[in-house]
Every structure is written in structure tokens, then in C-alpha cells.
T-cell receptor, first 114, second 110 residues
Framework: DGGITQSPKYLFRKEGQNVTLSCEQN?????MYWYRQDPGQGLRLIYY???????QKGDIAEGYSVSREKKESFPLTVTSAQKNPTAFYLC?????????????FGPGTRLTVL | GQNIDQPTEMTATEGAIVQINCTYQ??????LFWYQQHAGEAPTFLSY????GLEEKGRFSSFLSRSKGYSYLLLKELQMKDSASYLC???????????FGTGTRLKVLA
């Protein structure tokens, strides 16, 4: 079955540590996205990538970094520079090019920084 | 600038009809999505409108007026499982970026 996976589902880290969240898709989608969601809030775009080896900052990129070395994978690193990293992180993917396409979401990773 | 406005919370009774409104202002517009999100889960796609008018999909319908920057999601024959947040997301032209609203939390009561 095609889909998008994120791991782990829950993650705990100490303040000051970097942490990397995994996102993998086997939908053959060119575009991938990372969002952050805080309680009672909408989704805010962190980074997105339309093609391998290329990515753009979203609205709240400070304190985060990404890579896109493979089409299937778009890991997100939450660095110690991110002031309030505790949140629910969602990865999504979509087809790219031409028309607008729906985004498919992974199950999310809930990060808690202690 | 970009701005999306949805009611924060709505309550309705099982079997009833509810309309969730969304107004938006975006720099460039290329269609609007509605997503459903149950608590603690990922959003799932409900509908997409790019032209003015009503799109119907079973119990769910979505309407768009581009000139007014307005959309609504209509849910009929409400069921308990429809209790969720509903996210309005216009898509900006020239990019693949969606702008998500804060969502409307719908509670369906027995």
C-alpha cells in the first residue's frame, strides 16, 4: 500500500539537543512538506521541497533544517536554536507541476522537549 | 497579506446540517481545500474548489466564491464521527503552498 510514514510517533528530548524527525513516502510524489501544529492552532509551514536536492523555507523555518537527497525521504532536524520546539509535526507530500494537487499527510510526530 | 478566518468552535446535533464558513485574503489564489482532522491525527482531504460554485461529495459539500473570498463546508446528516476540526486552506498561485486556517472544532452531540 502506498502511503507516507513518520517516525517516531512520540519523541522526548532534553533542551539543547538536536533531534531529527523522519518522513518517508512511497507515493512517487515530487513535493514534500513539513508543518508544525500547536494546540488549537492551524498548520504552519516550516519547509517544503518540490524536487530532489532543492527545498525552500516556509513561514517558520528558523531553528529547523531539512535535506532532500532522495525523492522518498524528507527528514526534518529541530535544532537547539528553535526556541519552542514542543509541538505536533506533520509531514505531507503531493504531486507537483501544473495543477494544484491535494496533500497527503503522515500520522505525525509529537515532540516534547523537557 | 494573507489572512484566513473561520469560527473557532461549533456545536450541532446528530442528524442535523451544519455550515462552516471560511473567509480568506491571499496574495494570488489557486483554489481552496477543506481538510478534516480528528484530535491527535493527521488531516485528511475532503474537498477542493477552484471555480465558483458548489461541489458535492456525499454528505459533504463545499462552496466557493472567488470574488468574495468566501467558502463554506456543508455537512449533512451529521454523525458522531464527524466531531473533528475542519481546516480551510487556500492555495496560493505560482507555488505549492497552502495557507491553513486555525480550523473549526465541530462537536456533534447525541
Amino acid at each position: 500500500d502506498g502511503g507516507i510514514t513518520q517516525s517516531p510517533k512520540y519523541l522526548f528530548r532534553k533542551e539543547g539537543q538536536n533531534v531529527t524527525l523522519s518522513c518517508e513516502q512511497n507515493l512517487n510524489h515530487d513535493a514534500m512538506y513539513w508543518y508544525r501544529q500547536d494546540p488549537g492552532q492551524g498548520l504552519r509551514l516550516i519547509y517544503y521541497s518540490q524536487i530532489v536536492n532543492d527545498f525552500q523555507k516556509g513561514d517558520i523555518a528558523e531553528g529547523y533544517s531539512v535535506s532532500r537527497e532522495k525523492k522518498e525521504s524528507f527528514p526534518l532536524t529541530v535544532t537547539s536554536a528553535q526556541k519552542n520546539p514542543t509541538a505536533f509535526y506533520l509531514c505531507a507530500s503531493s504531486m507537483a507541476g501544473g495543477a494544484v494537487h491535494e496533500q497527503f499527510f503522515g500520522p505525525g510526530t509529537r515532540l516534547t522537549v523537557l | 497579506g494573507q489572512n484566513i478566518d473561520q469560527p473557532t468552535e461549533m456545536t450541532a446535533t446528530e442528524g442535523a446540517i451544519v455550515q462552516i464558513n471560511c473567509t480568506y485574503q491571499t496574495s494570488g489564489f489557486n483554489g481552496l481545500f477543506w481538510y478534516q482532522q480528528h484530535a491527535g491525527e493527521a488531516p485528511t482531504f475532503l474537498s477542493y474548489n477552484v471555480l465558483d460554485g458548489l461541489e458535492e461529495k456525499g454528505r459533504f459539500s463545499s462552496f466557493l466564491s472567488r470574488s468574495k473570498g468566501y467558502s463554506y463546508l456543508l455537512l449533512k446528516e451529521l454523525q458522531m464521527k464527524d466531531s473533528a476540526s475542519y481546516l480551510c486552506a487556500p492555495c496560493t498561485s505560482g507555488t505549492y503552498k497552502y495557507i491553513f486556517g486555525t480550523g473549526t472544532r465541530l462537536k456533534v452531540l447525541a
